[in-house]
């Protein structure tokens, strides 16, 4: 079973985070410098308008008869008044002496000179006030006189007028954010969208094909292709040394055991003293065990192969089963095994060939191999609804209070085989092939209690 590899998040959420955090700065950002912007717009509105109001009434101030005069002009004041319903204050004054106006309204702290104004932001009844402070010098009695005129406004109305144009910046930058958001999971959807396509392409690959990959790919996947194009060259090279190995072996292996026993076999009838004779029947068995589990496992190691890579094509169950009891009969009549095969319908199913031939043949080797001289073993196909089985029922004693399911693991024999060559892979052979095609291997004690019935269910495509 594979392990569930380790992960370091998300690359997909990752970028997002980052994308969406960047995105919530600059909205901050944002909201920040659209309202210092407008909130010094709005100052230097108010300030405007301040500064025309107190030059109004600068304009009104005169010298008549060796006095100052003043005549505050109804706009100068209303002005003010059609911008916001805030308080107006005003005052005009000498250096020593309040002409008109309020006379405790605060005095600037800065030094105004003469056609130049000064802002000041400064509490007056409670109140938090911006006033504007002008001075004009006139000539009063062949002298120099200053006059200083400040004219206030309570920010109650700028304040309310702020308060909108943070409402509507902060609207901004929620909007820009929203927008921003969803750019960046478009961005990184789109981002991520090359890898999610080389793997579809990858996984969308049948066992066999191990070509390199050819996709086109964002230059920083380039070291990522090919690297796994170097990894699949390595793999086939492999893959086709282990297939030419098992082919190899298989001919190197068998053919030399089988040339050793036949000329065991003849010698063991040139060979008369008893020992000698007995010796060689154990060279004898000692080779056929050799051969068997080389055969075997070399049976297996093809069965591992091909279950990744299954050639499916139409396969008659019937005809299958016949021609392999054809095969066998020989081997069969060597222990006066009577071997019948029943073909019912026409049951065809989809699959690899050589591999479903490689799990019956195991199954009938095991019977023929188990049973008792002189008895019988029952091969038949058959249909039911949507399943197509082939049964092999044999008079070899059956598996009465023995595991089923342990005797389909590897190197598993049963209690009855004791004395008998074997090399316990048989029936995991026919469980693997019979698993890759979908279907499932049936162990059971015969109806007649006196052998084993072993049936391979395959599923009808």
Request: glycine share 6%.
């Given at each position: 079973m594979n392990e569930p590899l380790q992960t370091s998040g998300s690359l997909r959420r990752r970028l997002m985070l980052q994308l969406v955090g960047s995105a919530a700065f600059l909205a901050t950002l944002l909201f920040f410098v659209v309202l210092g912007f407008a909130r010094d717009v709005a100052q230097q509105t108010h300030d405007s308008i301040l500064l025309a109001s107190a030059t109004s009434i600068m304009d009104s101030v005169s010298v008549q008869a060796d006095e100052i005069t003043v005549d505050i002009p109804y706009a100068a004041l209303s002005m003010l008044g059609n911008v916001s319903?805030?308080?107006?204050?005003?005052?005009?004054?000498?250096?020593?002496?309040?002409?008109?106006?309020?006379?405790?309204?605060?005095?600037?702290?800065?030094?105004?000179?003469?056609?130049?104004?000064?802002?000041?932001?400064?509490?007056?009844?409670?109140?938090?006030?911006?006033?504007?402070?002008?001075?004009?010098?006139?000539?009063?009695?062949?002298?120099?006189?200053?006059?200083?005129?400040?004219?206030?406004?309570?920010?109650?109305?700028?304040?309310?007028?702020?308060?909108?144009?943070?409402?509507?910046?902060?609207?901004?930058?929620?909007?820009?954010?929203?927008?921003?958001?969803?750019?960046?999971?478009?961005?990184?959807?789109?981002?991520?969208?090359?890898?999610?396509?080389?793997?579809?392409?990858?996984?969308?690959?049948?066992?066999?094909?191990?070509?390199?990959?050819?996709?086109?790919?964002?230059?920083?996947?380039?070291?990522?292709?090919?690297?796994?194009?170097r990894f699949i060259g390595r793999l086939r090279v492999s893959l086709t040394r282990s297939e030419d190995f098992i082919a190899e072996a298989a001919h190197r292996v068998r053919t030399p055991l089988a040339t050793v026993r036949t000329q065991a076999e003849i010698t063991l009838r040139r060979v008369d003293r008893a020992e000698n004779r007995a010796s060689l029947r154990e060279m004898i068995r000692a080779i056929d065990e050799s051969s068997r589990a080389a055969g075997q496992l070399l049976d297996h190691a093809m069965v591992t192969f091909r279950i990744d890579s299954l050639e499916r094509k139409a396969i008659d169950l019937t005809e299958l089963g016949r021609e392999l009891v054809d095969r066998l009969q020989p081997i069969a009549e060597l222990k006066d095994i009577d071997l019948h095969f029943f073909g019912s319908g026409n049951p065809k199913i989809t699959g690899d060939a050589i591999l479903i031939q490689n799990a019956v043949r195991n199954i009938l080797d095991n019977a023929i191999k188990y049973s008792p001289n002189e008895s019988a073993i029952q091969v038949s196909t058959r249909q039911n609804g949507n399943t197509a089985r082939i049964q092999v029922e044999d008079e070899a004693g059956g598996f009465v209070g023995m595991d089923t399911d342990a005797l389909t693991q590897r190197f598993t024999r049963g209690e009855n085989a004791a004395g008998t060559i074997g090399s316990g892979l048989g029936l995991t052979i026919a469980r693997e092939v019979v698993e890759a095609h979908g279907g499932v291997l049936i162990i059971e004690t015969s109806k007649t209690g006196t052998g084993a019935c072993v049936s391979l269910c395959f599923p009808l495509h």
């Open positions: 319903n805030d308080r107006v204050f005003y005052r005009v004054s000498t250096r020593d002496d309040v002409l008109t106006g309020y006379e405790n309204l605060p005095t600037t702290s800065q030094s105004v000179r003469s056609g130049h104004s000064a802002f000041d932001t400064l509490t007056y009844k409670g109140d938090s006030i911006r006033m504007v402070t002008s001075l004009r010098r006139l000539s009063l009695n062949g002298a120099p006189a200053d006059i200083i005129i400040s004219v206030a406004q309570t920010r109650e109305g700028q304040a309310a007028q702020l308060a909108q144009l943070s409402r509507s910046a902060m609207q901004l930058g929620l909007g820009f954010f929203l927008v921003a958001t969803i750019l960046a999971i478009w961005a990184a959807q789109s981002s991520i969208r090359p890898l999610k396509q080389l793997t579809e392409a990858v996984s969308r690959r049948g066992p066999k094909d191990l070509r390199p990959v050819q996709r086109p790919v964002p230059s920083e996947m380039i070291p990522l292709v090919s690297s796994l194009n």
